[in-house]
């Protein structure tokens, strides 16, 4: 007999079926034992005339073989998409035996570096796994976007030679016995890509060897990036940045309500257009509203970007806001220059309830500026010959932003750490195991 997903067991009324899964919770009331079973489409009450307790336990997987029928109209549970239905048991079938559960899976009140370190555990639970169905719609709605405007989707590579930005913030490989290093950013591919397909977009993994351990960072991240050439101005940026990013939450909107209902948040609304403030005058506001004088800042601290997504919310009723033209010396190299005032960018970041969700900007497309800019900047052109012959053999004015997928997520659920918005999140303290699990253990050894 063919295996029947639980949401389709709703068409099997009156009709024997296979189910599979984990067993959610066992019930005994007498004669009469209840399990409610657990696969990857949703629960199903089944009951059994014999006891099940003494051979049966939590998230032992099973199959059951048993008969659909309605529920006592007394017995229907409204918050159960199967709720109008059960199981009658007829068969189960062990498949794997479950070890006890070292704490309520269902109700988990665990600290985030336990919720981590049982992390193969704790993704069983509905509220987690909701955080990941979040994000799979975010990229998916991220994708369909692109393509439909005619974007090339790529695969970037993942070992870089050079660092993409500049800095120290590397991840060092030993590649075959020479220096190589874990890519900051697919950013010099996409660049090079322009010239071959105009509009290309990745959905990759990016690295930032960042010695800090705050509730915004990982080491390790999901990377939604874009580029676009024949731009005719860096505004065309921004506006695709937020037809994106407004069709993102549009898809969340429609495909999550369950998920967005179980953290109890809602989805801004972005009906208008998103607005928009040159980091100078970001700066002259928070000064007038907070007295704390950063105006000479080369960027938004965490504290600012928060206090200016208040003013956007108070001002224009915008839970997302743009903050433009950042100083030269403060962005990569091979970010165009503002023509009416060189000491300042065409680049931007959107930043959405407190927090920088993508950052982008228009690029330097002219051979020769790129490489007066990599002077500047004290960088070895020589050490970028593989990137510049995009813009040796004509490249057309271009530019494009990334969105940080985990941050996205966060926000719009509300975590508390990003970290909880990543499956397996690396950063300065873990690898999977705690590092300092691996040192102790070392230590032992010695």
Known sequence: MKRV??????????????????????????????ID??????????FFEKDLKKEFNEEDVVEIVGTIQLRPKQNINPNLETGKIELRGEEILL???????????????LSLPKLLDFRPLSLKNEKIKAIFRVEEVLIDAFRESLKKR????????????????????????????????????????????????ERVFTVCKAFRAEPSVTTRHLSEYISLDCEMG???SWKDLLELCEEVVKEMVSKVAKECKKELSIFNVSLPNLKKRIPSLKLKEAQEIIFQRTGKDKRKNPDLDPEDEKEICDFAKEKWKSEFVFITHFPTEKRPFYTFEDPEDPNFTLSFDLLFRGLEIVTGGQRIHDYQMLIS???????????????????KYGMPPEGGFAIGAERFVKQILN???????SLFPRDLERIDLRLSTFKSKKCQKD
């Open 415 to 421: 975590l508390e750490n990003i970290r909880e918005a």
């Open 5 to 34: 997903f639980i949401n389709q067991s709703l068409n099997y009324i009156g009709k024997k079926i296979k189910v599979a899964g984990w067993i959610n919770s066992i019930r005994s009331h007498g004669k009469i034992n209840f």
């Open 373 to 391: 800019k990599m002077k500047r900047f004290g960088l070895d052109p020589k050490k970028f010959d593989f990137y510049l012959q995009a813009f």
């Open 150 to 197: 005619g974007f090339f989707e790529f695969q970037a590579p993942t070992i870089v030679f050079s660092s993409t930005e500049g800095g120290a913030q590397l991840f060092e490989v030993n590649y075959y016995g020479k220096k190589a290093y874990l890519a900051q950013s697919p950013q010099l591919y996409k660049q090079i890509l322009v010239s071959s397909f």
């Open 37 to 46: 079973l657990r696969d990857k489409t949703g629960i199903l009450q089944v």
């Open 95 to 109: 498949l794997s035996k479950a070890k006890t559960l070292p704490f309520d899976l269902k109700n988990l009140n």
């Open 230 to 232: 024949f731009i005719e």
